[in-house]
């Protein structure tokens, strides 16, 4: 089944610890992406990569690193997380070729809380 | 940059009635997609129906239809004989065409069904 894969789905840390959120698809996509969605505001994006070793800083980059060694694996690092960044996470992916290279799955969010 | 704009932040519908979300957007592009995304209470985002700009005939899935008035870069959904199961939060997403990129969504439209 295609799919995108986020672990874990729920997190509760305390602030200064340091986390990654793993993300995996198995749909052999080049463009991968992160978004936080907070109340009020929708999704916004965080990083992107557009293939293996390329990635870009997205709206809301501050806080957060990223890094795409595989194609399949897009982790979201937190080195010192903070309470603004309690937040609904989601990871998402498409193909950057033909008809569908524009439509982006998603995996189904981690929710994380920090204290 | 381009921003989206849903301006009801809730809507109500009888079950088997019809319902518009309305959704409008800004870009000085002329060649993009936009889409209608479904958040029902698993948090998971459901692609419900796309759009490209260059096609002037509105998209339709089953009981989801869209209105597109590109000159008035407005976007609506209209979803017919709803059910409860429509119950959800509905973004509206916009994205650039071309090699895959970010999509900018709106903050959201909280659909609830009645009986």
């Known amino acids: 089944e295609a799919q995108v894969t986020q672990n874990p789905r729920y997190l509760i840390t305390v602030t200064g610890k340091k986390l990654t959120v793993t993300c995996s698809q198995n749909?052999?996509?080049?463009?991968m992406s992160w978004y936080r969605q907070d109340p009020g505001l929708g999704l916004r994006q965080i990083y992107y990569s557009m293939n293996v070793e390329v990635t870009d800083k997205g709206d809301v980059p501050e806080g957060y690193k990223v890094s795409r060694k595989e194609k399949r694996n897009f982790p979201l690092i937190l080195e010192s997380p903070s309470p603004n960044q309690t937040s609904l996470y989601f990871c998402a992916s498409s193909s950057t070729s033909g008809r569908a290279r524009n439509e982006q799955f998603f995996g189904p969010g981690t929710r994380l809380t920090v204290l | 940059a381009q921003t989206v704009t849903q301006s009801q932040p809730e809507m109500s519908v009888q079950e088997a009635e019809t319902v518009t979300l309305s959704c409008t957007y800004d870009t000085s592009e002329s060649d993009y997609y936009l889409f209608w995304y479904k958040q029902p209470p698993s948090r998971q985002m459901i692609l419900v129906i796309r759009?490209?700009?260059?096609?002037?005939q509105n998209a339709t899935e089953n009981r989801f239809s869209v209105n597109f008035q590109k000159a008035a870069k407005s976007f609506s959904l209209k979803i017919s004989d709803s059910q409860l199961g429509d119950a959800a939060m509905y973004f509206c997403?916009?994205?650039?065409?071309?090699?895959?990129?970010?999509?900018?969504f709106g903050t959201g439209t909280r659909l609830q069904v009645t009986l």
């Open positions: 759009q490209e700009a260059y096609k002037q």
């Open positions: 749909m052999n996509h080049e463009y």
């Open positions: 997403a916009f994205t650039y065409t071309g090699t895959a990129s970010k999509l900018t």
